[in-house]
């Protein structure tokens, strides 16, 4: 039975991988499209297949060099199912601490019953026993993390960021991110990190370590805090004092930063076009007890029913600064993705402006960490809006100084506060109208 089980949870992990590496699909499409294989499973067998899955996305390239350096030649692509099975079991050996030999005999027991890989059951069989055996070895080795990065996120980060920055971007990106808790009344973090058993970072965020249900923890029920990572925290403190003030947060869902303003006291407008993530900023609101003004809308239709000094955009994008805890979406997206979403936000930032009374304060910001979609975007605005003045960011905002670019931008990368668990990467950019 045991052997059985081992069996189907590395078969499912494989189906996931297979469709997120060869159809693009997100891991959580792709967990709904196999949710039969997954019923099959218990609790415990679907955790250790989610845990599979996102190590090996995590880990792609660094377990798929160590098991290519035992094969004789490179595989051909009718052969790309058997490879991901080896990256599969590679990862279990070298990165998840699994018992090498089950990973072994489980890996080549699923070969053996798939027609697609029934060919390769050999080599399977020959190359993750060798990766086993010379376990601490390749370990030792240090294989770059940048290794583990698609061709075309690694070219555009290390374009612009730099080899060694790349490669310490990477390193944050290989392990799980930590789950972080805003706390709904400034002066309780101490008490609430003390409840969840975390730690207070500098921002004031509680950190706690990833694991178990987040609604089992204690505060969840009585709306103390809500999850968002340090990061994405931060462009609403580019506001400045909001209390009083009507805000309006474009592209809320799914609702931390909506929860940040109306906890500071501003008169809120939360504004989605996604009717589903909507109702997850409603449930959020009434956990914490805050009373949302919610407005299912495209963005960049909305218009306010009156003037707003204050405006956050949060728009959508490629998501590549939080593929830490999605690392999926290096494999989905891709350099086309980025134009597209390029010209969205444009269309967002332009709707945005056009509705900002003279003397306003609007906050763009991204959880991307490509130059099209940050500093670029911002610079385009600039050009063609000449109402709007761009207000350089400092320390005395609430950031950390290493978060502040020469530019005056707030930019977060993976690998700031690697020490303390890293952080999500964030873009955000303040302009003002001028009177």
């Given at each position: ?33 196999r ?10 067998d ?28 490179p ?6 199912r058997?490879?991901?099975l ?19 005999n489980?890996?080549?027991?699923v070969?053996s ?37 698609p061709?075309?996120l ?9 080899d060694?920055?790349?490669e ?11 789950l ?37 923890l ?77 407005v ?23 998501a590549t ?19 597209e ?16 009374p ?11 960490l ?11 605005i600039?050009?063609?809006?000449r109402?709007?003045k ?35 990467g ?6 003002r109208k001028?009177?």
């Amino acid at each position: 039975m045991v052997v059985d089980r081992g069996i189907i949870s590395r078969r499912t992990g494989l189906g996931l991988l297979e469709a997120v590496i060869h159809r693009r699909r997100t891991l959580d499409q792709a967990m709904r499209e196999r949710a039969r294989d997954l019923g099959r499973l218990d609790s415990r067998d679907q955790a250790f297949v989610r845990r599979l899955v996102l190590g090996t996305l995590r880990r792609f390239g660094q377990s798929g060099k160590a098991a290519h350096e035992f094969l004789a030649k490179p595989l051909a692509w009718p052969a790309r199912r058997a490879d991901l099975l080896l990256r599969l079991g590679a990862t279990e050996i070298l990165y998840l601490d699994g018992q090498p030999h089950a990973a072994v005999n489980s890996a080549v027991a699923v070969a053996s019953a798939d027609p697609k890989t029934r060919p390769y059951r050999r080599l399977v069989n020959a190359v993750l026993r060798r990766v086993a055996d010379n376990r601490q070895e390749l370990l030792d080795r240090n294989i770059p993390f940048a290794e583990n990065l698609p061709e075309w996120l690694r070219e555009s980060w290390t374009a612009r960021f730099g080899d060694e920055t790349t490669e310490s971007i990477a390193s944050v990106l290989a392990l799980p991110a930590p789950l972080d808790l805003t706390c709904r009344v400034t002066g309780e973090e101490s008490s609430v990190a003390r409840d969840v058993g975390g730690t207070v970072l500098p921002n004031g965020t509680v950190r706690c370590s990833p694991g178990g249900s987040v609604e089992d923890l204690p505060g969840f029920q009585s709306g103390d805090w809500w999850v968002q990572d340090a990061a994405a925290s931060l462009p609403v403190r580019l506001l400045g004092d909001v209390r009083d003030k009507l805000v309006l947060d474009l592209c809320a869902a799914p609702g931390g930063k909506s929860l940040q303003l109306a906890s500071a006291g501003a008169r809120l407008i939360s504004v989605d076009h996604s009717q589903d993530r909507l109702r997850l900023v409603e449930e959020n609101f009434q956990r914490t007890g805050f009373d949302p003004h919610i407005v299912a809308c495209d963005a960049a239709d909305f218009r306010s029913p009156e003037p707003a000094p204050a405006i956050l955009l949060d728009a959508p994008c490629t998501a590549t600064g939080i593929s830490r805890r999605h690392p999926d979406i290096r494999f989905v997206k891709s350099v086309r993705d980025v134009a597209e979403m390029a010209a969205q936000q444009h269309l967002l930032l332009k709707a945005a402006a056009e509705q900002l009374p003279p003397g306003g304060l609007l906050v763009y910001c991204v959880c991307s960490l490509q130059a099209e979609e940050g500093p670029d975007q911002v610079h385009h605005i600039l050009q063609t809006r000449r109402d709007l003045k761009h207000v350089p960011i400092t320390a005395d905002d609430g950031v950390s100084p290493e978060f502040v670019t020469p530019d005056g931008h707030l930019q977060t990368l993976p690998c700031h506060w690697a020490e303390l668990g890293g952080l999500d990467g964030f873009f955000a950019a303040r302009l003002r109208k001028s009177t």
